[in-house]
């Protein structure tokens, strides 16, 4: 194969819908399995698109769901949880944690974490039927990153969704994020809907925990509804125009009659022979 078809393979990856990588990966090594080398090869991409998607995964042993993102990465194949106190080696390929070891966190604003994710709880709790979160320091400790991700997965009725949401606060400052939302729908068809959406919610430099997920929440509460008023826009305009607004006669059905409607012949605007 030519050494293009591994770029190929990492666009396969970077491209998989939520909750359908274990699928995509049985799928290229199928198509691969004479040039074995290619989803090695591809196994950057694994990691970017891990991270990207925000995964999360259990640890051997615990009930709770933790994140891997490039946030939370220590290098070689290792992340961190702070909640747990632990880190942990993921297999990207297989989707799985080994090898937890605990962990402390060094950071200044750690006391300001432990408030962030007590408001996150009572956040997702209220707004989210379920959903993994977390904070992490980043930028040499200067900057806070508020990660949420939200998995609905329903495979029986062929579609999947993931809604994720990373903040970066800077302490006294300023605070910017993006929302994305990802929906495959894949019955007798092929649909998705990606979203990515900016946002920078007003706080004050004396914002406390509480205060900052508040204007979270506002920020995600605005976007839903200006995703609602999208499909009401859709469903009212470009989706009913893809629909004959009437029978080829012009003329409206009589559902009252339609018992006595003689195919091909009322409806067809025909004569009896």
């Keep these: 194969m030519p050494d293009g078809n591994a770029a190929a393979v990492a666009e396969f990856i970077k491209g998989t819908p939520p909750g359908e990588l274990e699928i995509v990966i049985a799928d290229i090594e199928w198509i691969t399995h004479e040039e074995k080398y290619l989803l090695e090869d591809a196994k950057p991409a694994l990691v970017s698109y891990n991270e990207e998607q925000l995964t999360t995964v259990k640890l051997p042993g615990g009930s709770q769901k933790v994140l891997v993102t490039s946030y939370n990465s220590l ?121 990515n959406k900016g946002v920078s919610p007003s706080i004050s430099s004396s914002a406390s925990a509480s205060d900052i997920v508040r204007q979270m929440a506002l920020a995600e509460k605005s976007y839903q509804e200006e995703l609602n008023r999208g499909f009401d826009t859709l469903s009212e305009g470009a989706y009913k125009n893809l629909r004959r607004q009437l029978p080829v006669t012009r003329q409206k059905v009589d559902w009252d009659k339609i018992s006595g409607y003689r195919l091909g012949q009322d409806l067809g605007g025909g004569r009896s022979k």
């Design 75 to 195: 290098g070689g194949g290792r992340y961190y949880d702070i909640e747990s106190s632990s880190s942990f080696e993921y297999d990207h390929s297989n989707q799985k944690a080994s090898s937890v070891k605990s962990y402390s966190l060094d950071s200044q604003h750690i006391d300001l974490i432990k408030s962030l994710l007590k408001a996150l709880a009572a956040h997702v709790t209220e707004h989210y039927p379920s959903a993994t979160y977390s904070v992490f320091p980043t930028d040499s400790d200067s900057t806070l990153a508020i990660v949420l991700v939200a998995n609905k997965y329903s495979p029986k009725n062929f579609w999947n969704g993931r809604w994720r949401n990373v903040y970066l606060y800077k302490p006294s400052d300023s605070l910017t994020g993006t929302i994305k939302v990802d929906v495959h729908y894949y019955e007798d068809g092929n649909v998705r809907m990606t979203t």
